[in-house]
Each structure stands twice: as structure tokens, then as C-alpha cells.
């Protein structure tokens, strides 16, 4: 057993507990496989957490920050400071018993004591108001922070019992305007001992008085949670007792029995079977689910109602012992008889998810596919066809000043164009990393370019696109750029409006989206149920002996498919089983020919092959001092990752096009 003097009960385990109490026993072992064992920087500089968190720390011009990295020298600092009547410290580390708090801010006055959490989340003062919902519990929403701050406060309030405890969180307000152009600039990333932010430059007077931070009120929500939350799939009652009964679990390492649910679905302890046998990893996961099912190995084999897509009954099942999904009757699934598959009309969410299941139970391999529906959309377009994929970014400190925290950033797209008669090119892209630099008017200007010049149709894959389009129309309604009024009425002309936005429109020329087509009138068993262009693509490539014939031929990225960035690519390579290799796995390594030497790098990453990675390098180029080597690297993996994205749309495309020709011909 690890040594329980050193297992302090933190804010983390308990909000780990508060997702799962079994985890608890899984955490911080090595021997158990963690998905979410990464750097925890990556997360926070995405939405911008690490910026706010210096942000907020210079509203608290007077603050004495702990920055030891030992747990009783934070103590021992902490105490020290305490001493003063009135202080202001942040990250003091306060115990009582086996818990331990580190506070973002905790403002002394007196035997007054404010804690103050910080969270890079978005506030309304008109939306959220309190923090409760229309039957006065917590929202939803909400109740993560308002846990995170409950457990702080206990702490605290155990720790200093006769101290007058008022708590708060310090939340990206809405409404709040930038106050000046470059503030995001002023906060930088660095990596010494440990990856954090600095303010490279004074604040202004303006920036401090112009706050972008709301400090608000959680007392109430807090007495509320005390009341009423954490009562059930808990060792405890209530929420007080459970604090400590979980502490002492952990401190004792203890396993708390597994209860299963959906919950399941995103459990970090979970690992591939290659993890399990060749890396000798214990799978947290499987382990619960064998406790709790008596599941045998094979059990696993079969697919379950996790798997079931966009699913809202996972307990109900579960609890009816309808866990595989080979146990599920259709009149279990669908007593009132609603499910018409033979109809031809868009497939509903019910009949897709019949179609997963009756493919599991049948082992089928057998593609729905709507043939008259995607034939009539097929008709409708006109070409040339172009397909277009975004990457976005929002920042919580604005770029200029107007702008509102999480406002849109556009800073890529890529285009892929086909003509009538099959030729495909990669069209053109866009990208602008420039340090400080708001790119959405530049990237509308491009995107128009590139589209205006015939009346094709357009191709997004889920709403995405058309989302940030709206956003930056608005943007470019209370600019003063010269050509906003053409490049709002092209926007218009591809795009329907968002609910924001009135008086609404729908564009004569607006963008097809792939994703819907893939819900009413596709369905492929190898997607296990997942409309993401992630699995529908390779489902499509080991489906169609059209489109493996095309392109295991490194015919892309020459005369015959010209590409920007790549040259003589095949796009399909088979594995030793003959499936098809996913090609997001097939993209370049990005320092591959790096000395080790030569440079420190701050994106630890080996390849950009997902929107998330994508957000990050993003950020981390304009947040952090790095090397050219690692910022042309970067750059030209963003730039293959959007392409292969466009790529993929086009693929699909062809795929459907095939099906339709055989079907036509049979």
C-alpha cells in the first residue's frame, strides 16, 4: 500500500471521486493505464486557464504567491503568512487532517477570509444568475465548480473554525469588453522548472480598472450543495460525511465498489488490449466492469450500450441487465413501434441506433445506404464542388480591444474542389499563426477568393463552419473595414443564420453539410455508431474497392491530384490483418529530423492528427517563445492535418458517388 501519510485528500481527488469513487483506487498507480495522464498544461492553454489565472492574480496587486513545489514547505509558507492581520496569498496550501486545499487566491482580513477560485469558464450575470436551475438545485452546468469550491470551502472552514468564510468564483464575464489591443500579448507561456504563464508587460491602469474577470458570490450554492447533493452512488449521505469517507478510502487506499453507468463511457482507466498485454497495463475500466458484471474476458469482445450511439437510456438498461448489446429485443428497444427502416425518408436517431444494434447482434457488415434520397441530393448540386474544413480557436483574453472574452478566431481552412468530371485538386488554404495578429477578416477575404469565383456548391462536415461564418459577420458588421459589406453579403450567400442573428437568412448557396447526409441516409457497422469523420472515413476506405484501388497509388500530391503539401502520398496502406490504416496515423512526424540537441521543444507531440492538437499548437504559437525550427514545423503540420481533413470529405464523397454508379448499373 502506498504511504498514507503522503495521500493528502486534494480538491483533484475529489473531483475525481465526485465523476467516480472508484477511481480513487486507480489514480496516481502506475500500473494502471490513465489516458489522462498527459500534461495538464495542454487543457488549460487551450481555453486560455493558465492566462486568466495570471490575470486574476493582477487584480491583487499585493498577493504573496507560494511557489515551492513541496507540499509542507507550502504549508509551512502558508502558516507563516497567515500571521499577518490582513494578507493576500496565492496558492497557500491549507491542511486539516488528511485534507489539503491549494486556494488560487485567499484574501485575509481580519478573521475575514475570502477564497476566491479561479476558472477560465464564461459567466452571465443575466443567464447564470445564481448558479441554480428552475427547481433550485445546482445547474448542471455548474455544478462542477460549485463542488471544486464546496470542498475548498469545508477545508478551510475545518482549518480555521472561527474564521467568517465567504467564497467566491472569478469567472470570464460575458459581457466585459477588451480595453486595449495586445493584453493577450502580454502573457506568455514559459517552461522552466514547470510550464506556466508570465506577464511580460506591466498592465495598464486601463486594463486593471476595465476588468475582464467577474468575482461572484457561491455561498448559496454551496449551502444548497451541502443539502441536497452528493446523497446517492456514494459511501456517504451526504456531502460533508462523504468528504471524509472518501479521504479515508484514499488515504487508506481502499476501493470503493464499482457501481457501472454511463459515467463509464469517458473512465481515463481504460486501455487497448495491445496496452494490457504488451505494455503489462492494468485496465481500471475492464476491472470495475468484471466486479460489478462477473464478466469474463470474452464478455468484452461484444459490443455494449456504451457503444450505442447518442443513447440517453444507458442506466435504465444497465439496471434491466441489458448490457450487451446482443441482449436487447426490438421490442425491448422499441415498444411503441416506431422504427421504419424500409421507408425513404431520413433515418431517425432510433433507427440508427436499431441498426447498430441489429449489426451487432447479426455480425453484419451490411451498409445502409439510402439510394433514392442520395440520389436526389447527388442531382441538386452544382458544380465544380467545393469542400471546405475550418480550424478555429477562442481565446478567453481577446485579441483587440472591443473584442469579448471566447470571442471566434479563424486562423485555417483548407478547400478541395471536384468537377464534373471526377478531377479533384487541392484548391487552395489558408493559414495565418502570426504572433498577435486577429486573422478573421484576412481569412474571410481568402475563403471568399476561393469561392466566388463560380456558383458550385459547398461542402462542410458538421455545422462548424457555418457557426463561425455567423461570427464573423458580426464581427465585420461593427468594424470599419472597408469591403465589410461585400464580404457580408458573401457570407450570407453560403451560410443560414444563427438564433443571434436577425433578421434571419438563408443562403441561396448554402454549404451542404456531410455530417447530416452521413445521420439520414448512411450507415456503416465499422463506424461502431460514430458519425465523426474520424471513423466514417476509414469505414469508407475499407468499404470501397474504388477508392483503395485509387489511392494505395501515390497519385496524390502529383500532376494527376495536385496538393499543396504533400507529394506522392498513398493515402491507403494496409495493416496485417488487410484493413485499411487509418490515414490520420499516416501523417508525417513533425521532428523527425531533429537533433536532440539542437532545441528544446514546447509542442511534445510527434504529429498534429486532431482538432484538438491542431487548437493547441495554435495557441502555443502565440502564447510561447519558440524556436523557428519548431514554429515552420508546427505551420506545416497544421497545414496537412486541415488538408487531410478536406481530403476526407472528398473521399466520402467519392465513396457515396461509386455506391450510386453500382446501384445504378444493377
Keep these: 500500500m502506498p504511504n498514507a501519510k503522503n495521500r493528502y485528500f486534494t480538491k483533484s481527488r475529489f473531483k475525481l471521486a465526485c465523476e467516480c469513487p472508484t477511481k480513487l483506487f486507480y489514480t496516481n498507480k502506475t500500473q494502471y493505464s490513465n489516458s489522462f495522464n498527459e500534461d495538464p498544461f495542454l487543457s488549460a492553454l487551450a481555453d486560455g486557464g493558465f492566462q486568466i489565472g495570471e490575470l486574476a492574480k493582477q487584480y491583487f496587486p499585493t498577493g504573496n504567491e507560494i511557489t515551492t513545489l513541496s507540499t509542507q514547505e507550502a504549508i509551512s509558507e502558508t502558516e507563516a503568512l497567515l500571521q499577518h492581520e490582513n494578507v493576500i496569498i496565492f496558492e497557500p496550501a491549507i491542511k486539516h487532517n488528511n485534507l489539503l486545499i491549494r486556494v488560487d487566491i485567499l484574501v485575509k482580513s481580519g478573521n475575514y477570509l475570502e477564497l476566491i477560485e479561479v476558472k477560465a469558464k464564461s459567466y452571465s450575470a443575466k443567464e447564470d444568475k445564481d448558479f441554480l436551475n428552475a427547481k433550485g438545485g445546482i445547474s448542471s452546468n455548474w455544478r462542477p465548480y460549485i463542488f471544486d469550491v464546496a470542498f475548498q470551502k469545508y477545508v478551510l472552514q475545518s482549518a480555521f473554525p472561527k474564521a467568517n468564510i465567504h467564497s467566491y468564483l472569478m469567472l470570464v464575464d460575458k459581457a466585459a469588453r477588451c480595453p486595449s489591443n495586445g493584453l493577450n500579448q502580454k502573457f506568455k507561456i514559459v517552461k522552466n522548472d514547470r510550464t506556466c504563464v508570465e506577464l511580460t508587460t506591466p498592465l495598464s491602469q486601463i486594463e486593471l480598472n476595465t476588468k475582464l474577470l467577474k468575482k461572484v458570490n457561491v455561498d448559496n450554492a454551496i449551502k444548497i450543495a451541502y443539502a441536497n447533493e452528493l446523497q446517492s452512488g456514494m459511501p456517504g449521505n451526504s456531502f460533508k460525511d462523504n468528504i471524509h469517507l472518501l479521504a479515508t478510502h484514499y488515504e487508506n ?24 498485454e504488451h505494455q503489462r497495463k492494468l485496465n481500471g475500466k475492464k476491472l470495475c466492469w468484471q466486479e460489478y458484471l462477473n464478466w469474463q ?94 480550424e478555429t480557436s477562442s481565446v478567453a483574453i481577446p485579441f483587440y480591444k472591443g473584442m469579448r472574452p471566447y470571442e471566434g478566431i479563424a486562423f485555417q481552412f483548407s478547400h478541395h474542389q471536384v468537377n464534373k468530371e471526377g478531377e479533384i485538386i487541392h484548391a487552395g488554404e489558408y493559414l495565418n499563426t502570426d504572433v498577435g495578429v486577429f486573422p478573421n477578416f484576412e481569412f474571410i477575404r ?138 490520420y496515423k499516416l501523417l508525417p512526424e513533425m521532428f523527425s529530423d531533429i537533433d536532440d540537441n539542437e532545441v528544446v521543444l514546447l509542442m511534445d507531440g510527434e504529429k498534429i492528427n486532431n482538432g484538438g492538437l491542431a487548437l493547441t499548437a495554435y495557441a502555443k504559437m502565440q502564447f510561447s517563445e519558440m524556436s523557428d525550427y519548431e514554429r515552420i514545423k508546427l505551420r506545416k503540420a497544421l497545414l496537412q492535418y486541415c488538408e487531410l481533413d478536406t481530403w476526407a470529405m472528398v473521399a466520402i464523397f467519392e465513396g457515396w458517388r461509386e455506391m450510386l454508379k453500382q446501384y445504378q448499373v444493377s
Design 253 to 276: 487506499d481502499i476501493k470503493i465498489a464499482p457501481v457501472i453507468g454511463n459515467k463509464c463511457k469517458q473512465c481515463e482507466f481504460y486501455c487497448s488490449t495491445y496496452a494490457e
Design 446 to 583: 481568402a475563403l471568399w477568393k476561393q469561392l466566388s469565383q463560380d456558383e458550385g456548391t459547398i461542402f462542410m462536415y458538421s455545422s462548424h463552419e457555418n457557426t463561425f461564418l455567423n461570427t464573423i459577420y458580426n464581427q465585420l458588421l461593427v468594424s470599419q473595414e472597408e469591403d465589410k459589406d461585400i464580404l457580408c453579403q458573401f457570407i450570407q450567400t453560403i451560410t443560414f443564420s444563427t438564433q443571434k442573428n436577425k433578421p434571419a437568412w438563408r443562403g441561396k448557396r448554402q454549404m451542404v453539410d456531410m455530417l447530416k447526409l452521413v445521420k439520414d441516409f448512411y450507415f456503416d457497422p465499422a463506424t461502431n455508431g460514430s458519425n465523426s469523420i474520424k471513423y466514417v472515413l476509414p469505414a469508407m476506405l475499407n468499404s470501397s474497392d474504388f477508392l483503395k484501388k485509387k489511392y494505395s497509388q501515390p497519385i496524390y500530391g502529383t500532376k494527376q491530384l495536385p496538393s499543396c503539401n504533400f507529394e506522392e502520398k498513398k493515402w491507403i496502406t494496409f495493416d496485417e490483418n488487410g484493413k485499411v490504416i487509418d490515414p
Design 297 to 390: 474476458i470474452d464478455d468484452f469482445d461484444a459490443p455494449n450500450v456504451l457503444d450505442l450511439w447518442n443513447f440517453r437510456n444507458t442506466e435504465k438498461f444497465i439496471q434491466e441487465g441489458l448490457v450487451k448489446l446482443t441482449d436487447i429485443t426490438l421490442d425491448d428497444f422499441d415498444p411503441e413501434g416506431d422504427i421504419q427502416l424500409n421507408k425513404k425518408a431520413a433515418l431517425t436517431i432510433k433507427e440508427r441506433q436499431w441498426l447498430q444494434i441489429r449489426a451487432a447482434q447479426t455480425k453484419s457488415n451490411t451498409i445502409h445506404f439510402d439510394y433514392v434520397s442520395m440520389a436526389k441530393e447527388f442531382e441538386s448540386w452544382t458544380y465544380p464542388l467545393h469542400f471546405i474544413d475550418f
